[in-house]
């Protein structure tokens, strides 16, 4: 149905713990992309996936890590929060070769303490 | 690197008002020029694109004209409704079988009727 599902949409967490956002699409899409959006910045790539086990580093990848088994699922982990870490997370998905319409899911608001 | 300025953050306009939402861009090659649209609680939207110079996107209402020669993919709307009010970006990109984004800030536009 041409959909990306986000999971938690909310997430509190104290700095130093582990954060795990889930990413899932229904589009058979290969590439998926994590961004993170914060006010007068807009949105900035974090890390780019081409395909199951195919990432790439975007522009800021510092203190992330991604995981994408399966087509339709992509994660994005934070080891060890970080007050600045707290932004909203936007997963999106793309099919290649196409006009370059991403797909968003409707975001993931992560808060470190 | 790549790189997309667009100058106003913030635009307040009336019902029926004319809308110009200025993009420049910065890049060593020929980007794709995107427009997406983010409504409040929800992912960016996929507005419209164009490739080449000259050439005009349009959807909703909305258009822009890639102009090579002054690196701009203006955003404009003869007359704009309330229900307009969202925060627009402007991005290019370039692809390799996988689109790669570059967004600006974002403008939010408020229309009050």
């Known amino acids: 149905d041409m959909k990306v599902t986000q999971m938690p949409r909310y997430l509190i967490k104290r700095m130093g713990e582990n954060v795990l956002l889930e990413c899932g699409q229904d589009?058979?899409?290969?590439?998926m992309y994590w961004y993170r959006q914060d006010p007068g910045l807009g949105l900035q790539l974090i890390y780019i996936?081409?395909?199951?086990?195919?990432?790439s580093e975007g522009d800021i990848p510092k203190g992330y890590r991604v995981s994408r088994k399966k087509r339709e699922h992509f994660s994005l982990i934070l080891d060890s929060a970080k007050t600045n870490q707290t932004s909203v997370y936007f997963c999106?998905?793309?099919?290649?070769?196409?006009?370059?319409?991403?797909?968003f899911g409707e975001g993931s608001k992560l808060t470190v303490l | 690197g790549d790189s997309v300025t667009q100058t106003e953050g913030q635009v307040a306009l009336s019902e029926e008002d004319f809308l110009t939402i200025h993009c420049n861009y910065s890049?060593?090659?020929?980007?794709?020029l995107f427009w997406y649209v983010q409504y409040p609680g929800e992912g960016p939207q996929f507005l419209f694109r164009?490739?080449?110079?000259?050439e005009k996107g349009s959807s909703r209402g909305f258009e822009a004209t890639y102009d090579k020669g002054t690196t701009s993919f203006h955003l404009r709307k003869a007359s704009v409704q309330e229900s307009d009010s969202a925060v627009y970006y402007c991005?290019?990109?370039?692809?390799?079988?996988?689109?790669?984004?570059?967004f600006g800030s974002g403008t939010q536009l408020t229309v009050m009727p």
């Open positions: 999106a998905s793309s099919l290649s070769g196409n006009t370059g319409q991403l797909y």
């Open positions: 589009m058979s899409h290969e590439t």
């Open positions: 996936s081409y395909d199951v086990d195919s990432n």
């Open positions: 890049a060593s090659g020929y980007p794709a």
């Open positions: 164009a490739s080449r110079d000259k």
């Open positions: 991005a290019l990109g370039a692809s390799s079988g996988s689109w790669q984004l570059i």
